[in-house]
């Protein structure tokens, strides 16, 4: 008898989160889960791990029939806490999300989401990051997870290059308005921070982070496109952020 594949969800919105609950569903299909994901929001901690506060993991009944556990820390402490203390060993496939809202263009360097499937990738784990765009609290995640179940099979089935990882987002709407799936790079897109400068009742000043997502990037082989276009975006993602055709450049240069 063949054995189950053993799956480890995680995310950044919570294990409380609807995101994540359609998740566990998808993969209780697949394989043996186990759940270790935040006990509050994680969301644009990137892929920073608690070093200057312990950290505290407990049990949940989150998921029924499900073993589960809520971390104070973030998503990456998460995956290292079920690798070295829950598991003892490394599972077969890491799937993070699903994300409330996007992490295609150059949010995937912000997302906690994408840093857990990134935190796979480092041990060698084949990872997944799924987003759907949509931010709200009652997003409808049925079509979401359809892709999700669909695409974590074919990561069982045919694995994924040591040191990479996927960044899956997926529109916002039915199924049915779905056109299908985009093999995609990393569109060029950026954050216009602006800063909401305000007064607390005592007077001193504090600031909320806000801007604009500008897509500068107008390939039609982009995330940013398929998304647009209401595809499903898959990009192969790395944690090397090695310019690798910089250093022949680079190697003119006199450092003596």
């Given at each position: 008898?063949?054995?189950?594949?053993?799956?480890?969800?995680?995310?950044d919105?919570s294990?409380?989160?609807g995101?994540i609950?359609?998740l566990?569903?998808a993969m209780?299909?697949?394989?043996d889960?186990?759940v270790v994901?935040?006990?509050?929001p994680?969301?644009g901690t990137g892929h920073?791990?608690?070093?200057?506060?312990?950290?505290?993991?407990?049990?949940?009944?989150?998921?029924?029939?499900?073993?589960?556990y809520t971390?104070s820390?973030?998503?990456?402490?998460?995956?290292k806490l079920?690798?070295?203390e829950?598991l003892k060993?490394r599972?077969t496939l890491?799937?993070s999300?699903?994300?409330?809202?996007?992490?295609?263009?150059?949010?995937?360097?912000y997302?906690?989401t994408?840093?857990?499937?990134?935190?796979?990738a480092i041990e060698?784990?084949?990872?997944?990051?799924?987003?759907?765009l949509?931010h709200?609290?009652?997003?409808?995640?049925?079509a979401?997870?359809?892709?999700?179940?669909?695409?974590?099979?074919?990561v069982?089935d045919?694995?994924?290059?040591?040191?990479?990882?996927?960044?899956?987002?997926i529109p916002?709407?039915?199924?049915s308005d779905?056109k299908?799936?985009?093999?995609?790079?990393?569109?060029r897109?950026?954050?216009e921070?602006t800063?909401?400068k305000?007064?607390?009742?005592?007077?001193?000043e504090?600031?909320w982070?806000?801007?604009?997502?500008?897509?500068?990037?107008?390939?039609?082989?982009?995330?940013m496109?398929?998304?647009?276009?209401?595809?499903v975006?898959?990009?192969?993602?790395?944690f090397?952020?090695?310019a690798?055709h910089?250093?022949s450049?680079?190697?003119?240069?006199?450092?003596?």
């Open positions: 008898m063949t054995e189950k594949p053993l799956i480890l969800v995680t995310n919105d294990i409380i989160a995101g609950a359609a566990v569903e209780k299909e697949l394989g889960v186990l994901a935040p006990d509050s994680q969301s920073a791990i608690t070093i200057h506060h312990p950290l505290r993991l407990r049990k949940s009944n989150e998921f029924s029939n499900i073993e589960a971390c820390g973030t998503p990456v402490d998460c995956v079920a690798i070295y829950i060993k599972p890491l799937v999300g699903i994300n409330h809202g996007s992490n295609a263009g150059t949010n995937v360097l997302s906690g994408m840093s857990a499937a990134v935190e796979g060698g784990i084949p990872a997944i990051g799924f987003s759907l949509d709200s609290a009652e997003a409808d995640f049925t979401s997870a359809v892709y999700a179940k669909k695409i974590a099979q074919l069982l045919n694995g994924i290059q040591n040191g990479t990882c996927l960044n899956v987002n916002k709407g039915k199924e779905i299908g799936i985009k093999i995609c790079r990393q569109g897109a950026f954050w921070d800063f909401d305000r007064k607390d009742p005592f007077g001193g504090y600031f982070l806000t801007g604009e997502f500008r897509e500068t990037d107008k390939g039609e082989d982009t995330d496109w398929a998304l647009e276009h209401n595809y975006s898959v990009v192969p993602t790395q090397d952020m090695t690798h910089l250093i450049n680079l190697n003119l240069w006199d450092f003596k």
